[in-house]
């Protein structure tokens, strides 16, 4: 009988593990770091959709845009037609990207919904992005 209890109580913890390892949220630990890096840290979009879900292609010249965020706040954007610089803040309870920039009024508000050492996915008004550190 101890031995069914036995195999009972390492199945029943076997899978408490598993379900447990399944269900780390990877955005627990996300920092602004983990946006700028130590220093700067480049990103690139690599998939994007419009505001109503549907997928959007990028182009070309989409693909050589980036972007920069430096730990220190500031950001710059760069593509073949024009460069954008500013500042920029994350809350990470709110999981909020928003970017200000030099010169100007507008803002960017992003809604972060995933976040890694290599790869965002935000959400804006025109859609979401996914973007990938160079």
Do not use: H
Not at 112 to 132: A, H, N, P, R
């Amino acid at each position: 009988m101890k031995i069914a209890v036995l195999k009972n109580y390492l199945s029943l913890l076997i899978l408490v593990l598993i379900v447990a390892t399944g269900c780390k949220d990877k955005n627990t630990v996300a920092t602004a770091s983990t946006i700028s890096g130590t220093e700067s840290k480049t990103w690139k979009a690599t998939r994007q959709t419009t505001a109503s879900g549907e997928k959007d292609k990028i182009t070309g010249a989409e693909k050589q845009e980036e972007m920069q965020f430096f730990a220190n706040g500031s950001f710059s954007m760069r593509s073949a037609s024009q460069n954008a610089s500013g500042k920029w803040t994350y809350d990470p309870m709110g999981k909020n990207l928003r970017l200000q920039f030099v010169g100007s009024d507008m803002t960017e508000n992003f809604q972060v919904l995933s976040i890694s050492d290599d790869e965002m996915k935000l959400q804006g008004t025109s859609g979401t992005m996914t973007l990938e550190a160079q």
